[in-house]
Structure formats: structure tokens, C-alpha cells
């Protein structure tokens, strides 16, 4: 069954029931669709605009039935209303006019009307004339600026809503010429405007979007008005246009017209000229318009406000009008100024009629502006201590201080909440930038859920700010057995109210990133109400300290472990071995003749091999269980190697198969590049634990037993023995005797003659080196030579036993002897030694007589090391005027080339082919070939170790030239030695 359907009036008539709160709601059916009503569950007080408002108030409250005019949804209701029930109003109204009207128009005619009624200043229009614009444009920000046309400059002369520094900026004269053509630009996208890049700070405070307006006198720019939004607002319409053209050109009259100075007196001191100003405005706007309108109310030239903080000596100006226009922000010191009486609590104001410049000399400004007067009132807060002051400073003495000073304790309370908020303002906007700082910060609540959380966790976590809320912040740890637990964690919470550690954050990637982590608990008198969670990212930190770590534990060249943890690890290693009765083995290799690969082919291929060898190391210890490399040098890797056997035999039978298995890595040649090397390497064994033994020596001995290694054969491989240690102390303490020896004149030198095989004519004399200690037996050449060319002392050595003999030459010729040719030995470490040569040229200068008489003896050996820098150096000493011999010839790397290349005189036979001359007939062929080539190549010879007669025949029936021996003369000092010749 359908219900028939109810006729809709053919009239605009309908009826409403209004209740006690001014709600409304229809009785009857609406005559139209098009009909929109007000919201029936807000008051219709709302809903209307302030003039309807008031008469509807107005005539509620007579009680009486009245006709009234409302617009209402675009349409122009007349109403009728009649009390009723419970306070209740029956209306009635006809709907049917709809309301037409231009807001911007009927507001420009009204402020027009009001402009000629009621003239203004400058100060009292710009604060009225900026609240229309900003209502009515709905803009984030207005700034009125003045032009400079000599300086190309636009200054802000005032700016109402987002915060602005009033900082000038350059007038392009492109922008403002299309500015004044045009009558207005509208601009989006502010940041992309090329006309608009004096203006940098747009992108800064985010502006969107921007009006600008030009003043316009005569034709000229005078000044600018922007209207500055921070969204993009819908497209500016020719009303919008026209009104806004019209303050401007309310605001270029105020600007163009001459400012006279108009006589105030105390009637015109009144707060309620301040009521708009107290009633419309807060924060820096009420500061920027108080001091505008006090500056003009009374007459100050300088009218400022500030916030000062306790135990300070400075306060900050917020706002300071001066020069009839604002001033930016700016610091002021308080001693030395009137305002200091502002920093006694019992002090609230300060006056000074007249001359308060000369009271307070220091004070710049005072003396700048010639100030005369001076009225401040000092702002308190809830403690009794100063927040801030208010002061009007003024160029002409003050009779009226008394009202001036009445009014500004009027303001007292509401600049002080003012103050205040500035003050809690700037605190959490301190406490915003803290929030938003480095370091990621969590507030979470009692059962640790989140609550929020700043930029910073968001970019470490990978979450958004909005997927953390009410997600557990435990949730984002990741398990990890090194760092504490969620129970460890709340135990120390319960305990100490804090937390401060290390977890792993569980990013939203799935990667895990280490952080350090401070929960702090935040209670009131009911327990917990919040966790603050500080969240640093440590990764940089791990990074580096993992980086140090490779640094000082591990080889920058090959990436194997370094000395410093080899020696830790040997420690550990040997301790372990200790407590769990086993034995292991350090082995030591030292590559063979490495150095000479490095100074023929360079460090770079050097470095290339040692990297190849390392690779072939490292594979062949990962295959030997707990074993572990480390180089520990240049040339020398360790290989220990634990756990190899628990008896002696064992371990010392394991560890011979381990470097026989290490040396066969070095059978195949390493590859680099083109070049093909070959290489072998010695290896010193020790074995642990040994009883009483210290850590350290482990190293010490496996390095003992490979020295040994290399002297037996290079490439072999040799067990500590206690023999060894004894020998290489016995080597170190003759080199430390020798050194001292050296210095405290314990050598001498010895002589032995040469002689013709022919006749036993003498022909000349052996140098050789004799140690003989106080009251001791003479040490050997034998034992102590070759320990000192061991290292630099044969050096010393030498240059001593070359000094000393070219002194006893001289001498000897001075005396009228002549030794004929004089030998000394010459190692190979000092033949080689870079100022060989130069020494060697002094000594002639100072001992000129050794020339052509001085031979210096030295070793196939010794040449063959580096044959062209051989070749060379001989070449060079045989200019200075010194004679060569090759000495043990025969018995080295015997080359017969090479004789024919050097610069030699003698040849010296080694005694080992004399001793047996006369026996063995192979000996006897082979000196007989040596002195035929020696003939041949016109070279003197000299036969060594000649001790019996027989052997002294055989060389004269080879036609042996000279010799020398045991046979006719031993070596002697140097008194025998003349005695021997002298017999001669």
C-alpha cells in the first residue's frame, strides 16, 4: 500500500521551532529544493554574520513577538518570531529572496567612509588596514615595504603574521618596472619565479604563493605590498585585485604624506586607543603594533620590548620601533643603561625627566639619537624575577611622565603573558630542534609502546613517523646472544630507573644496524607515565673500530694476521696447550734471498710475489686444523699449528711431515705477469710448551732455528735445539766485546811478508786484523770476522784496519822503508758500502805515500754480487792509485770472463789447491792452468799457505811467482816485522 505523497506548498512560507541555544529545526516541508538550511546542531548565532547577530540577540532578550531581516545560505529570510513553550520561538519565514552582494566591494565603501570620518596616523591605519587584508585575503603573511629608489632598495617597513627578520632587499629594476606596467603580479610557485629572486627568503619560510601590489605617487613607485601564502590559493579575481589595489593606494597617501609632529597631551593618554591592538593580536605582531601605537600614542621616538632572562646582563629586543619605523631583533646590554634597574627584583619602574644621556655615557644608543628622556617598567614574572621591560625613550624632557608611566602599568599583566608564551614558545621550540636533532629519540608509554618518534629514529629504523606509532619499541630489536636481553634490560629499569646499552635495530628492510641505546623512565606520583628512548647509530663506530682493529692486528699487503696478534695468539695458544696436556708447533719461514728480488726488480713486484706466497700459505693452513698464519715481517711468516699430538715424538714427527709439506709449496714457480720466479724459504721449528719457559721465547727460538736453516742450506728446515740458543748468545756477546774492543784500542795489526818463489826476495805484506783482549787469549780471526760481517761492524772494522795501515806506510817511507805492495782484506758488506769510495779518497789525501803501494784484497764473491757495480767501483779505485787482487781465486763462482772485463792486477791461490800441490797431481794441473791464463792476462800471483819445502818446489818448477806462509814468516806485529826485514 503506498501513501499518497504530500503536495509541496506553492509558496516560500515555512515554519521553524527555535530552542533556548538559538538551534533551529523545520516544522513544515520547505516550498523549494534549492533551499539550503543553517546546520541544526550548532547554534544559529554562528551561522549569522555580526550585524544580524545582534539584532537577533537583541530582540530575543525583550520577550516579545518582532520581525526581523536574516540572511541566511546565500538567501534573505523575513522572519517572523513569537515566544512559546519552555523558552522556546516559533519563526516563521519567507525564503524566497535571494541575497546578492559584493563583500569586497561594500568593504572597500565602508573603510572609505571610515577613512573620512575618522583620519588616522600612519602607526593607527597600517595594524587596521593589515587585519583586513589578512582576513579578508586569508594570507600567512603581509609585509608593507618602502623604496629606496638612490639605495635600489625595498624595505620592509612592517609585517603582520608568519615570523619576518624586516631585512631589505635589492629592487630589481626589471621586476619593478613589469610591477608598476602591469599594476599587480600574482605569482605560484614562488621558488621557480625568476622576477622574484631578490626575494631568497621565500623558499626558506615555504611561500606558495604571493600578491604584490605597488604604491604608486604620481606615477612612482613608493613602496610595495605583498600578500605571502604558504598553500597555493585559487586564482586572484579582478575584485580581489581592485581591493587590494585600493588599500595600497590608502597606504601610498599615509606614506607620501609629510608626518608633523602632533602635541599630545595627558587626555590623550588613554588604554582604550590600545583596545584593538590588546584585543586582535598576539605574538610577534602584538609587540610589533603595541610599540607602533605606544611610539605614536606618546610622542616616544623609541619604543622597545624585550625578554630578558634571569642573571643575564643582556636583553633581547623583540620588537623596537625607532625612526618611525621597526627595527630587527637586537640584543641590548643592561649595564651601563637605564635599564638596568630592571635586575632588582624590588625595582617595577624607572623614569628619568631630562639629561639621562649624560648619566649613562656607555650607553650607544642614548648618545646616537640624543635622548633626553626615559620611562621603563620592568616585567615580572609568577617568581618575582624579571622577564623582560618595556621602555619609551624620548629626544625632548618628559612633564607627563606620570601618565606615560600609569599607561604602561596598565599594559603590565598582558605584556607579561605575552612574554611568557614568547618564552615557553622559544622553549619548545628549543625542545622541537632538540627533538629533531642527530640523534633519534623515542617517547614511549609505560608498556613501551611508541608513542612518537623524531626524524632522525625514523631514517635509522626505515619506518615512517606514523607506522611507529603504537608499535612496540622492543619489537624493533633484533636477537643477538652478544648483547642484553629484554628480561636484563627491565631488571636494570626496575633497579636504577634507566638503561644504557648496546642492541642490534631491526630496520624495516630486514638489515640489522648496531646502536646505542639510553631508556630513561619519566614518573609521577601514580608510576610510570612515559619511556624516553635515545637512539644513536654506532655503525660508524663499529666500523672504525673494526678498521683499527685490521690495522693493528692484521698486514695491510697480504690481509693474513700481523706480529702484534701472532705474539697474543702464541700466548693464548701455549696456555691452552698447558691446561689441556697437548703440544704444538711454531713454524717460521723466512723467504731466501727475498731482498735480492726486491732490489732487482722492485718493491712493487716484491710486494706481488709476497702476496702469491701468502695466498699459497693461508690455503695450506686452513687445510691444518686450528692452525693460524700471521706475517710477521718483510720476508718471515709464523705457522702455528696447536693440538698436533700429545707426546714429544708425536708432535716433533708431525711437525717434520708439516714442513716438508710447506717447502713442496715452493716447488712450482710463482707467476707474475711475464716473469716466472723461483723461490725456496727456510723454516725454524720450536715445539710447546716447554717447561719454565717464558711466552716469548717460542718466537725467539723458531727464529734462532731458522738463522740456522738459512746457514746449513737455504730451503731446509731445522728443530730448536738448547745448542742453538747457547751459540747465538755466544755470537751476540762477541759482537758486543768486538764493539768495545774497537773502542778501547784492543786490536792490532799483524804482518805477513810476501815473498819470490825464485829467490825468497821480499816483494811485499799482508795486512791482517789480530783481536787480543787484556789478559786474555787472543780471539781467532777465524771466530770473530765472520759474526762482525754479520752486520755493519765489519765496517768499522774496516775503516779502522785501512786508517792504520795507510799510517804505518807513510811512516814506514818516511823512514826511508820500503814494504814494497801492502794487502788488506776488504769484506764484501764494505767494499759495497755507498761511501766506500769517498773514504777511501780522504785517507790518500792524507796519507799521500800509500799510492801505488796500497792493495786491497777482495773475493770472487765480492764482484760477482753486482758485477756492473763491481766493475765500476774497481774502476774507481784504480784512478785514486790503488792496486786490486782478487783473493781465494778459485775457490768461489770462478768466471775467467770476467777477468777480462776488470780493472785487476793480482791474483791470490787459495791455499786449499797449495796444501796438497805437491801430492796430488789434480792440484797440480789445476795451479798450473791458473798461472798459465794469470801469464797470459799479465797478471802477478801470489800462493797462499805455503808451510813445507816440497810444496815451495812444486811452485817453482810451475813458475810460481810469489808466495807466502808458514815456511819463512808467520804473521807478526809491526816491531818483528822491521826486526825480519831489517835481517832481509
Not at 547554534?43 to 518582532?66: I, P, V
Not at 755466544?730 to 804482518?751: C, D, G, K, T, V
Not at 787469549?777 to 786508517?803: K, M, N, R
Request: charged share 20%.
Amino acid at each position: 500500500m503506498q501513501l499518497p505523497a504530500v503536495k509541496r506548498p506553492q509558496h516560500h512560507l515555512c515554519f521553524f521551532s527555535l530552542d533556548p541555544r538559538f538551534c533551529l529545526a523545520p516544522l513544515t516541508a520547505l516550498p523549494v529544493d534549492d533551499i539550503r538550511l543553517p546546520d541544526a546542531d550548532r547554534s544559529l548565532l554562528c551561522q549569522l554574520d555580526d550585524n544580524d547577530r545582534r539584532q537577533l540577540e537583541r530582540q530575543c532578550a525583550t520577550g516579545h513577538a518582532f520581525r526581523i531581516g536574516l540572511t541566511i545560505e546565500g538567501r534573505r529570510w523575513q522572519c517572523h518570531l513569537a515566544p512559546a513553550e519552555n523558552s522556546h520561538w516559533l519563526l516563521s519565514a519567507e525564503m524566497g529572496q535571494t541575497r546578492h552582494d559584493d563583500s569586497l566591494g561594500l568593504l572597500e565603501w565602508q573603510l572609505q567612509q571610515h577613512w573620512e570620518q575618522e583620519p588616522l596616523s600612519l602607526a593607527a591605519r597600517i595594524p587596521m588596514l593589515m587585519d583586513t587584508l589578512v582576513g579578508q585575503q586569508e594570507a600567512d603573511r603581509v609585509i608593507l615595504w618602502r623604496h629606496y629608489p638612490a639605495e635600489e632598495l625595498l624595505r620592509p617597513l612592517y609585517s603582520q603574521g608568519l615570523p619576518f627578520s624586516l631585512q631589505p632587499v635589492k629592487a630589481e629594476r626589471r621586476y619593478l618596472r613589469t610591477l608598476q606596467q602591469r599594476g599587480g603580479l600574482s605569482y605560484s610557485h614562488c621558488s621557480q619565479q625568476p622576477l622574484l629572486g631578490a626575494f631568497s627568503y621565500l623558499t626558506e619560510d615555504g611561500i606558495q604563493h604571493r600578491l604584490d601590489v605597488p604604491l604608486l605617487v604620481d606615477n612612482t613607485i613608493v613602496g610595495l605590498l605583498s600578500l605571502e601564502c604558504r598553500r597555493q590559493r585559487s586564482p586572484v579575481t579582478p575584485s580581489d585585485m581592485q581591493f587590494v589595489s585600493m588599500i595600497a593606494d590608502r597606504l601610498a597617501e599615509v606614506i607620501a604624506a609629510p608626518s608633523a609632529p602632533e602635541p599630545v597631551s595627558d587626555l590623550d593618554i588613554d588604554i582604550d586607543r590600545l583596545t584593538p591592538v590588546l584585543s586582535r593580536h598576539t605574538g610577534q605582531d602584538f609587540f610589533n603594533q603595541l610599540m607602533q601605537q605606544l611610539a605614536t600614542l606618546c610622542g616616544a621616538d623609541i619604543a622597545l620590548v624585550g625578554l630578558q632572562h634571569y642573571r643575564q646582563d643582556k636583553v633581547r629586543v623583540l620588537s623596537c620601533y625607532m625612526d618611525e619605523q621597526l627595527q630587527p631583533p637586537f640584543s641590548y646590554q643592561l649595564t651601563g643603561s637605564p635599564c638596568h634597574f630592571s635586575v632588582e627584583p624590588s625595582r617595577r619602574a624607572c623614569v628619568f625627566h631630562n639629561r639621562v644621556a649624560e648619566q649613562f655615557p656607555d650607553d650607544q644608543m642614548l648618545q646616537d639619537k640624543g635622548i633626553r628622556a626615559y620611562i621603563g617598567l620592568s616585567i615580572k614574572g609568577p617568581d618575582k624575577h624579571p622577564i623582560g621591560i618595556l621602555a619609551l625613550l624620548f629626544k625632548q624632557p618628559q612633564t607627563r611622565a606620570a601618565a606615560v608611566q600609569s599607561l604602561l602599568e596598565q599594559l603590565e599583566s598582558r605584556v607579561r603573558d605575552e612574554l611568557l608564551r614568547r618564552r615557553d614558545q622559544e622553549a619548545l621550540m628549543v625542545a622541537a630542534a632538540a627533538f629533531d636533532a642527530q640523534e633519534g629519540l623515542v617517547i614511549a608509554d609505560s608498556r613501551m609502546q611508541i608513542q612518537c618518534a623524531n626524524r632522525a629514529f625514523s631514517h635509522l629504523s626505515g619506518y615512517e613517523r606514523e607506522q611507529l606509532t603504537n608499535r612496540s619499541f622492543l619489537s624493533l630489536r633484533a636477537e643477538d646472544p652478544d648483547n642484553p636481553t629484554v628480561e636484563v634490560i627491565f631488571n636494570a629499569m626496575e633497579q636504577q630507573h634507566r638503561w644504557q646499552g648496546e642492541q642490534r635495530l631491526l630496520r624495516a628492510d630486514g638489515r640489522e644496524l648496531p646502536v646505542s641505546i639510553r631508556i630513561s623512565q619519566v614518573r609521577d606520583g601514580l608510576g610510570i607515565t612515559h619511556h624516553v628512548c635515545c637512539v644513536e647509530d654506532i655503525s660508524g663506530q663499529k666500523a672504525d673500530k673494526q678498521r683499527i682493529e685490521q690495522m693493528a692486528y692484521f698486514d695491510e699487503l697480504t690481509g693474513l694476521h700481523n706480529r702484534r696478534f701472532m705474539v697474543a695468539h702464541i700466548a693464548d695458544t701455549v696456555i691452552q696447550a698447558e691446561l689441556n696436556a697437548s703440544r704444538g708447533a711454531l713454524l717460521l719461514l723466512d723467504l731466501d734471498d727475498f731482498k735480492n728480488i726486491n732490489d732487482s726488480l722492485g718493491y712493487a713486484t716484491g710486494d706481488d710475489l709476497l702476496v702469491q706466497v701468502a695466498e699459497r700459505l693461508n690455503t695450506f693452513a686452513g687445510q691444518v686444523e686450528g692452525a693460524s698464519l700471521a706475517r710477521i715481517s718483510s720476508d718471515e711468516f709464523v705457522l702455528l699449528c696447536p693440538d698436533l699430538s700429545h707426546g714429544y715424538t708425536g708432535t716433533k714427527t708431525r711437525a717434520e711431515q708439516l714442513a716438508q709439506s710447506l717447502r713442496e709449496l715452493f716447488i712450482l714457480p710463482f707467476q707474475l705477469g711475464k716473469l716466472r720466479l723461483h723461490l725456496s724459504a727456510s723454516i725454524g721449528i720450536s715445539l710447546f710448551p716447554v717447561a719454565n719457559l717464558e711466552l716469548e721465547e717460542y718466537m725467539r727460538q723458531a727464529d734462532t732455528a731458522n738463522h740456522i736453516a738459512k746457514r746449513v742450506a737455504p730451503g731446509s728446515h731445522v728443530f730448536f735445539s738448547q745448542e742453538m740458543a747457547d751459540e747465538v748468545k755466544e755470537r751476540l756477546r762477541i759482537s758486543n766485546a768486538l764493539q768495545q774492543a774497537l773502542a778501547n784500542n784492543e786490536l792490532a795489526l799483524y804482518f805477513q811478508p810476501q815473498q819470490q818463489v825464485k829467490d825468497n826476495r821480499q816483494l811485499g805484506i799482508e795486512v791482517l786484523l789480530r783481536w787480543l783482549p787484556p789478559g786474555k787469549q787472543p780471539i781467532s780471526p777465524a771466530h770473530f770476522i765472520p759474526i762482525a760481517e754479520e752486520t755493519s761492524l765489519i765496517c768499522d772494522l774496516g775503516d779502522w784496519v785501512l786508517q792504520q795501515a795507510c799510517s804505518r806506510i807513510q811512516a814506514w817511507q818516511a823512514g826511508g822503508l820500503q814494504p814494497g805492495r801492502v794487502s788488506v782484506n776488504i769484506s764484501a758488506r764494505h767494499f759495497h758500502n755507498a761511501s766506500f769510495v769517498s773514504r777511501l779518497s780522504i785517507l790518500l789525501l792524507q796519507y799521500p805515500a800509500c799510492r801505488n803501494t796500497l792493495t786491497l784484497e777482495v773475493t770472487e764473491g765480492v764482484i760477482l754480487e753486482n758485477l756492473q757495480e763491481s766493475r765500476t767501483r774497481m774502476t774507481q779505485i784504480k784512478a785514486l792509485g790503488v792496486n786490486l787482487s782478487i783473493d781465494d781465486f778459485g775457490t768461489g763462482y770462478s768466471s775467467f770472463a770476467y777477468l777480462r772485463e776488470l780493472p785487476v792486477d793480482e791474483l791470490k791461490l787459495d791455499r786449499s789447491f797449495i796444501q796438497h800441490i805437491d801430492k796430488r797431481p789434480q792440484d797440480r794441473a789445476i795451479i798450473a792452468c791458473l798461472l798459465e791464463l794469470a801469464r797470459t792476462l799479465q797478471l802477478s800471483v801470489v800462493a797462499e799457505g805455503v808451510e813445507t819445502e816440497s810444496q815451495l818446489a812444486t811452485l817453482a818448477e810451475l813458475h810460481c811467482p810469489a808466495y807466502q806462509g808458514y815456511l819463512r814468516a808467520r804473521p807478526m806485529p809491526e816491531a818483528d816485522l822491521l826486526r825480519w826485514l831489517a835481517n832481509q
